[in-house]
Structure formats: structure tokens, C-alpha cells
């Protein structure tokens, strides 16, 4: 099962309004999807309640729903689901599938993304989707937190950690991720 190519590449989240009157307008998420995983990492300023996920993508028409395999801090038992209205080909609007929340998402780099998900010999899952500059990782395990990190490569250079679940590694260059 795949989704539609429309809603592959990364995606940057403009902002987030709930039904309680609350809004965020700056907490960087960062959500990447290919053509069957996804990897979704959100990352407040203060880093308290920061969230990520990996997994599959199920889209039924306007219906798109994510089904996190490993999770940082942890998977969450809520359905991830929301109807999805395209107002461009890089403008993305979201409203959750139980009315509480609309998000709007912009897309940062666009398909073709690649995707593997491939089982370690330690028995971790580990999903992996590159865009463009862009690469994203989650390696974990079911019911334990996840390691997620996202890296940009420099114009024909090497690669910097521009987010992770462990702050110690953002801003870190690497030649090779």
C-alpha cells in the first residue's frame, strides 16, 4: 500500500491551532514521507515535550492516518488521523479527524523520497527516508524510545545534524550519515 506521490517529500509545519483556543506557530516540526513510511519529529524550544514517530501511511481519499512502529518518547495508543486538502502542490492543510486540531504544512523539499525499513541484528526497526538534501533516521524498538535524527548535506559536502531526539548530536557534521 502506498499513498498518492502528492504527499511525498518533506513537510515543515506552518502552525497548529486546537479547539481549546491554543496555537503553536513555532515549534520546528519536521514530517517526511515516502511512498509507504513516514518519520515525524517535533522538537519545542525547551525540548520537554518533544515527540517523534516512524511508520506506515494509510491514505483513503482525503483520509490520511500514520501508524507509528517506535515512537520517542514512546508509541501513543491515540489514532494519528486526519483529513488532508492540498491548496498547492507545496501547500498542505490538515484537520484532525476528530475535529480538535487544524495544522498547516508547507512542503520544504519535494519527491521522489526514498524509503527503507529494515530490522537490525539487535532486533531494532530502523526506517530511513531521504529528499533531496534531506535525510531522516528513526531506529528503535516497539515500547522503547526511539532514536531520531534528521541530517542536511552541504551543496557537494558533507552532512550536518540539524535535529535529533539527543541534543548533543544537533550541529555535528558528519561525512557520511
Known sequence: MSVPQAYEGLWRRKGIWRTNGSSD????????????????????VDRKAMTGFAGTTVVEGERC?????????????????????FDSDDALHEA???????????????????????VLEDGRIQYEIACGEFLA??????????DITIWRQTPGGP???????????????VETP
Not at 506557530?25 to 519545542?44: E, K, M, N, S
Not at 476528530?98 to 529494515?118: F, I, L, M, V
Not at 533516521?137 to 526511539?146: L, Q, V
Open 159 to 173: 552532512w550536518r545534524i540539524i535535529a535529533s531526539t539527543t541534543a548533543a548530536r544537533e550541529n555535528v557534521i
Open 25 to 44: 506557530l513555532v515549534t520546528p516540526v519536521w514530517w517526511f514521507q515516502a511512498a509507504d513510511f513516514h518519520i515525524d519529529l517535533r522538537i519545542p
Open 137 to 146: 533516521r528513526a531506529t528503535g524498538k516497539p515500547h522503547k524510545a526511539a
Open 65 to 85: 492516518e500514520w501508524r507509528p512502529e517506535i515512537a520517542y518518547p514512546f508509541v501513543s495508543p491515540e489514532l494519528d488521523a486526519g483529513f488532508m486538502r
Open 96 to 118: 484532525g479527524v476528530d475535529g480538535s486540531y487544524k495544522e498547516d504544512w508547507w512542503r520544504e523539499a519535494g519527491g521522489p523520497a526514498t524509503s527503507n525499513r529494515t
